[in-house]
């Protein structure tokens, strides 16, 4: 018994050593990799100003540039970046080809310069996977061991973006399979996270973080926890709204049968178009709007409409729809903070910097699955004060938003209703959806009596 006791103490010991050792190293190399990305991406917004035109004139002429340069160097870069991350950890053992990562930092940076609506985090975490499983292919690891430090690369490309080291780690776990943590990635997706968080900083990295702090002296009352019930249901039907648009654009211009090409043209004409009529403040990251929505000055929120947040949705499908390259959870943190903006003028309008916040987690929450791991966002952004609200909205907007998801390839492992019968393990994109038998003996059972008592009148 003692020497069961003992082997197996030692080889948790030296499994617990090794990954501390593997993710720390690899958690540097990513948040130095990241980091050069980000600046890259930093230095060619600050170029927009040279431009003797405004800037995203440019923008169908850069589709048509990020489509060439996906389809002829790395197919598999394509999209929004974390969707053929967590693709290629369920299909491919987490092998993944080591020219995404120039490519994905080419193709995104023209997109955000020239005003496409899309993210740095999926580039982020596409990059930081790219270079966990290039260091996992050179140094002959096992495919498991591989997969392990692809998570990792994930967690550690979401921290190094946002700043917020615990939620990327609890995001790179929560995000691959709908109702599962992988415990066993834990601990290397948490030290990866913070080694690539504190690599940034050092290599000068600065991350805005949100003052709410004012919300400490609101006590918790049935009203304002009603009201954000009705929050949390409200921006599960928003997520539903973001997935639809995204999903349905991308099918049906997937669908027209026209040069790749011409597609990207048109795509990015028909963005200038839209850009010209409504603002500039849909393209493009658009940090600016979500700070404004954020600010507990009123002034600062003027120009945030009750359907600014849909507008921000036509534009991101339409972008990447037209083969923008770059992540859409930026897009989504914009889409919430603005959305819980416009339902706090109307139900909350002394807490509307709170509905804000909460639609900026509460809607990556149901959109991508993750209420755990957007929780803590909230807590890291947002501070304290904020978590049992954030955690209430978070999971009532994913349980509303359905057997859903921003990422097709997530796979199931619960259903959010008991009432529904869904298959487990499949891919969100693949699952079909009925009733229990039980549940609809009951529907009958109840037309049944409806009928008789119409017959009795």
């Given amino acids: 018994m003692l020497q069961k006791h003992i082997t197996e103490q030692t080889a948790i010991f030296f499994s617990v050593t090794k990954w501390v050792f593997l993710s720390s190293i690899i958690g540097i190399m990513i948040g130095a990799t990241v980091t050069g990305f980000l600046k890259i991406l930093a230095y060619s917004e600050t170029g927009r100003s040279f431009l003797p035109f405004e800037y995203y004139y440019t923008l169908p002429f850069a589709l048509v540039l990020t489509v060439w340069l996906v389809k002829t160097f790395a197919p598999s870069a394509e999209g929004h970046g974390t969707e053929k991350v967590i693709s290629a950890i369920h299909k491919d053992n987490g092998k993944i080809d080591v020219s995404v990562i120039p490519v994905k930092t080419l193709a995104t940076v023209l997109s955000i310069f020239a005003g496409a ?15 966990a499983s290039f260091v996992s292919t050179l140094l002959k690891f096992h495919k498991q061991d591989r997969k392990k430090l692809v998570v990792c690369g994930i967690s550690a490309g979401f921290a190094t973006v946002f700043g917020t080291p615990i939620a990327g780690a609890i995001f790179g776990v929560e995000v691959l399979i709908i109702g599962v943590i992988m415990y066993d990635v834990l601990l290397p997706s948490f030290i990866a996270g913070f080694a690539a968080f504190t690599t940034a900083q050092f290599l000068g990295i600065e991350y805005t973080y949100y003052d709410l702090h004012f919300f400490q002296d609101i006590s918790l009352d049935i009203w304002l926890i009603a009201k954000v019930v009705i929050a949390g249901l409200f921006f599960g039907f928003v997520s539903d709204v973001v997935i639809t648009t995204i999903s349905y654009s991308h099918t049906y211009v997937k669908s027209i049968k026209i040069n790749t090409y011409i597609k990207a043209f048109a795509g990015g004409s028909l963005i200038v178009a839209l850009t010209l009529i409504f603002g500039e403040q849909y393209i493009g990251l658009g940090m600016s709007t979500i700070a404004d929505a954020l600010n507990p000055h009123t002034a600062a929120s003027q120009d945030i409409h009750w359907y600014t947040f849909l507008l921000k949705t036509v534009f991101t499908s339409l972008s990447l ?12 943190f914009y889409i919430g903070a603005t959305s819980g903006h416009f339902l706090g003028s109307i139900i909350s309008p002394e807490h509307i910097t709170l509905f804000a916040a909460l639609g900026f987690v509460s809607v990556v929450s149901a959109t991508t699955n993750t209420p755990i791991a957007s929780t803590i966002m909230a807590v890291e952004l947002f501070g304290i004060d904020i978590a049992h609200y954030a955690a209430l909205a978070a999971v009532i907007s994913f349980l509303i938003s359905g057997h859903r998801s921003i990422f097709s390839s997530q796979i199931l492992a619960m259903r959010k209703s008991e009432m529904l019968s869904v298959k487990i393990g499949e891919e969100v994109e693949n699952i079909s959806i009925s009733l229990e038998k039980h549940e609809m003996d009951k529907i009958e059972k109840f037309r049944r009596r409806l009928n008789k008592k119409n017959r009795k009148k």
Avoid at 321 to 332: H, K, Q, Y
């Fill in 117 to 131: 609506s899309v993210g740095k985090e999926g580039p982020g975490a596409q990059i930081g996977a790219g270079v």
């Fill in 321 to 332: 729809a037209a083969g923008g390259s770059g992540g859409v959870i930026t897009p989504i």
